[in-house]
């Protein structure tokens, strides 16, 4: 159209192209340098007080192992926490997401037993899992964004509904047969020798989500939501849309963490999933993102799933009792959300 | 100046808030390549007037007129696509993201093929850009790489302006953007203002510091109780005919 239009769409001429920001300039300015090396200290400190026991292949793929299905549901937390949201329902929506993908599977089996059912019948529980987690993530993301009740309290109401629904769908017993193909291959299986299947998959989800949030105007959009909401929408992004996909997103993330569990436990876990959302949110926190939205990173949620994770193990093979591990993540945790403010404080004060 | 038409103009606008007539019959116009402010006293329905505008919101009655055809925004990005844009006073700026994010937000470039179809952005092309932008502006930043909330109330507010002013191909508002400015920071941006003029773009300010609305502007229309009450050109108008307009003590008959 005009001149001043033009010059920014045509391209331009050379010369004024700054240095790129340095990788470790972002990671310092999100704590997540600080909780890195917090990470890296803990590990040099129980691996030179018990190497012997610490650092085997063995501690390595259990650590990873159990880490796994937190970390998927952490990802999606980690979306929704940029936002300037919450999810308190992760855990019950996994446990919902589980019962009926591990129901679909009997009911596709003869005699209800899915035991030895085939890669067709688990591909359907996989489906029905997904669907399970995404349809919570939806109805969340509906009531928060288009109705505007706070994340607080529509999460808190579907932490409850779901696991509600699943001890409804199940009587209250947990689901037990799994079909052993499932349990053996991504449940209990390894790859290249040594990595566990879970944790791959884990991996793949992390990596894949930190690409959206770093690299793609999905991402960008995430972060600009949190950081001044009222500033997006005007800019012209869909606001409530984006904030739609965002519950759907950690949903389907739930949805998926389910059937990772389904396949790990062999069995639904009802009952063993009433914190999964405490823990993921520290995670996230840990990790430098922000309560207020805005700011965060998957890399620093990966730190902040380990740092829990590695003060368990640590202290089971140094037999300090194990009640001391939620003090140890409590003070961490504490301390960086006190970094964070202070952080704000500073900048905000210029 | 008066015999080019105009390129944006309200007639005869009417807004209700719940009880309160904010706009009883407004008319408003701005041409290309001019400078127009805006003026009147608080309350007197200047930011109606220029939500209605700037696709805000929908006035109750009367005709706004873009380009010698009636229009209707019904919503800000009606507006922005016609090519007008709006600086708002409170700085809707995304603190945690960097400048070039935010010169950019909502418009983001994407990398062509494959990856930008999949949503990847251009980022090395957008800083690249912005850079320019704000070269070409005067915008004078210790880095384009640090959160926008790290940055000066100046400088914060001098993107603000240099997000709409780079997008803006026929119509500027400029809410109060001299405010909490410092002297130098404010020169700055009426030096934009003028550059943005001289392109061709209408630009509309509305500011309630006189002087300075007198050293910009090339027009001057004025607001009271949601009418306009008189029109001036700036060059031979002084503050106290402005205030005395605003105020009620001087009215011109065919103003409205």
Same mark, same amino acid.
């Given at each position: ?20 920001? @340095? ?8 704590? *997540? ?44 937390? *980690?979306?929704?926490?940029?936002? @300037?949201?919450?999810? +308190? ?108 299947? +879970? ?40 606001? &409530? ?15 998926? @963490? ?16 009433? &914190? ?18 805005? +700011? ?39 301390? @960086? ?14 | 100046?008066? =015999? ?6 309200? !007639? ?5 808030? =719940? ?77 945690? /993201? ?8 909502? !418009? ?40 926008? =909330? ?8 001098? $993107?603000?302006?240099?997000?709409? $002013? ?28 003028? !550059? ?16 300075? $609305?007198?050293?910009?502007?090339? !027009? ?27 105020? =009620?003590? /001087? ?6």
């Amino acid at each position: 159209m005009t001149t001043a239009k033009q010059s920014v769409v045509d391209t331009p001429e050379e010369g004024d192209d700054p240095s790129r920001p @340095a990788a470790w300039q972002r990671l310092r300015s999100a704590n *997540t340098l600080w909780i890195g090396l917090v990470l890296l200290a803990l590990c040099v400190v129980f691996g030179a007080l018990r190497p012997e026991a610490f650092l085997t292949l063995f501690t390595a793929q259990t650590l990873l192992i159990e880490a796994s299905v937190l970390l998927v549901l952490a990802v999606g937390m *980690t979306f929704v926490i940029i936002t @300037a949201g919450i999810d +308190l329902s992760v855990g019950s929506v996994l446990v919902f997401a589980g019962v009926v993908g591990a129901k679909t599977m009997e009911a596709l089996s003869p005699g209800g037993d899915a035991t030895d059912a085939g890669w067709g019948v688990i591909a359907a529980g996989l489906v029905v899992s997904l669907l399970g987690g995404g349809a919570w993530g939806l109805v969340n993301g509906l009531l928060i964004a288009r109705a505007r009740i706070p994340a607080l309290i529509v999460t808190l109401g579907s932490f409850g509904a779901a696991l509600g629904a699943a001890q409804l769908i199940t009587d209250g017993v947990d689901v037990r047969t799994v079909p052993s193909a499932l349990a053996n291959t991504l449940g209990s299986g390894t790859s290249l020798g040594v990595v566990p299947n +879970l944790v791959l998959l884990a991996v793949a989800v992390t990596v894949l989500g930190d690409l959206v949030l770093r690299t793609t105007r999905f991402g960008r959009h995430t972060y600009a939501i949190g950081s001044n909401a009222e500033a997006a929408r005007r800019a012209g992004i869909a606001v &409530t849309r984006h904030l739609v996909l965002v519950y759907l997103l950690v949903g389907l993330l739930a949805g998926l @963490a389910g059937f990772m569990s389904l396949a790990y436990f062999r069995t639904t876990t009802i009952s063993g999933h009433s &914190t999964d959302n405490l823990n993921a949110i520290a995670a996230v926190v840990l990790g430098g993102t922000s309560l207020f939205g805005g +700011l965060g990173s998957v890399l620093g949620t990966v730190i902040g799933v380990f740092i829990p994770a590695v003060l368990t193990k640590g202290f089971v093979i140094l037999h300090v009792q194990a009640f001391w591990q939620p003090i140890a993540v409590s003070v961490v945790l504490v301390a @960086a959300v006190w970094f964070d403010q202070v952080r704000r404080r500073a900048r905000n004060r210029s | 100046m008066s =015999g080019t038409p105009p390129l944006l103009a309200a !007639r005869a606008l009417t807004k209700h808030y =719940g009880t309160v007539e904010a706009l009883r019959g407004a008319s408003f116009e701005a041409r290309a390549g001019e400078v127009v402010a805006l003026v009147g006293d608080n309350g007197a329905g200047k930011s109606a007037l220029v939500k209605c505008l700037s696709g805000v919101e929908t006035p109750d009655a009367g005709e706004i007129v873009f380009d010698g055809a009636p229009v209707r925004f019904t919503s800000p990005t009606d507006a922005r696509a016609m090519g007008i844009e709006t600086v708002y006073q409170d700085l809707a700026v995304a603190p945690d /993201l960097d400048p070039a994010a935010n010169l950019f937000l909502g !418009r983001e470039l994407r990398k062509p093929g494959l990856l930008g179809r999949l949503g990847v952005l251009d980022k090395a092309e957008m800083r690249r850009r912005a850079t320019r932008e704000f070269a070409r502006l005067g915008v004078r930043l210790p880095s384009v790489d640090v959160p926008i =909330g790290a940055l000066s109330g100046g400088q914060r507010q001098s $993107v603000a302006v240099a997000r709409s $002013v780079v997008w803006a191909s026929r119509v500027v508002f400029m809410d109060e953007p001299t405010a909490a400015l410092g002297v130098v920071q404010r020169q700055r941006v009426l030096d934009v203002i003028r !550059r943005v003029r001289d392109e061709g773009i209408a630009v509309v300010l509305i500011s309630h510091n006189m002087p300075e $609305v007198l050293a910009v502007a090339d !027009r001057v229309e004025v607001l009271r109780l949601g009418q306009r009450v008189a029109r001036f050109q700036a060059a031979d108008t002084t503050v106290e005919q402005l205030v005395g307009a605003m105020t =009620g003590a /001087l009215t011109q008959e065919d103003a409205a």
